[in-house]
């Protein structure tokens, strides 16, 4: 059964912190998303990587960065951690991007306060 | 730019009623198109997906329209059931044929 594992189900931090949201894949897939979702708005992509240490932006990049040390771990990094920013983070991986099925993980569930 | 998006936010069915879900996208390239089902508390689960060179795809009591002229999408699900409620998502490739791009998200209610 495929996996795409986030760490976290539930997170609360504080303004201005550093936050580290971390996603692993069992598939051995080059390719891995972070989306965010609030209502109203659907998923939204924030970065993509398509090989390890490769990452690019997605439509909503501000405030967020990512790190691909390997193939199968995708971190989602929030430099400084904003109350606009309390949402449900969505990580994917996929084979073939944009082309084939993406596997999701739970999601983390976000909130800075 | 690129932005797909569903036509109703919300909808309402009784158990054995065909739904049909519709969803409009606006990048007249895009190649490939796919539906997602997200249950409460769960990460999206594929249903069924489209390529630009079809017009409709059939999967176990799920049917993907696929209208290039007007650049719509439509997911039919028949004998609907309790178990169908859910948010479900469209979506298509982005222009570079990278990543997904969601659409906003459409709830099914289904009703016993």
């Known amino acids: 059964d495929v996996k795409v594992t986030q760490s976290s189900r539930y997170l609360v931090k504080r303004t201005g912190e550093k936050v580290f949201l971390e996603c692993v894949q069992d598939m051995d897939h080059e390719n891995m998303f972070w989306y965010r979702q609030d209502p109203g708005l659907g998923l939204r992509l924030i970065y993509f990587s398509y090989d390890v240490k490769m990452k690019e932006k997605g439509d909503i990049p501000e405030g967020y960065s990512v790190s691909r040390e390997k193939k199968e771990r995708f971190s989602l990094i929030l430099e400084s951690a904003s109350t606009n920013q309390t949402s449900m983070y969505l990580c994917a991986s996929s084979f073939f991007p944009g082309q084939g099925e993406a596997f999701f993980g739970q999601g983390t569930r976000l909130t800075v306060v | 730019g690129e932005s797909v998006g569903l036509h109703l936010p919300t909808l309402s069915v009784q158990e054995g009623d065909n739904s049909i879900i519709n969803c409009a996208y606006s990048n007249s390239a895009s190649d490939y198109f796919i539906w997602y089902k997200q249950e409460s508390g769960k990460g999206p689960q594929f249903i069924i997906d489209?390529?630009?060179?079809?017009d409709k795809r059939q999967g176990q009591r799920v049917t993907v329209l696929l209208n290039k002229t007007v650049k719509h999408l439509s997911l039919q699900i028949a004998a609907t059931q309790p178990g169908d409620s859910a948010v479900y998502f469209c979506a298509e490739d982005n222009q570079a044929g990278t990543a997904l791009i969601f659409g906003k998200g459409t709830t099914l209610s289904v009703s016993s």
């Open positions: 489209i390529r630009s060179n079809m």
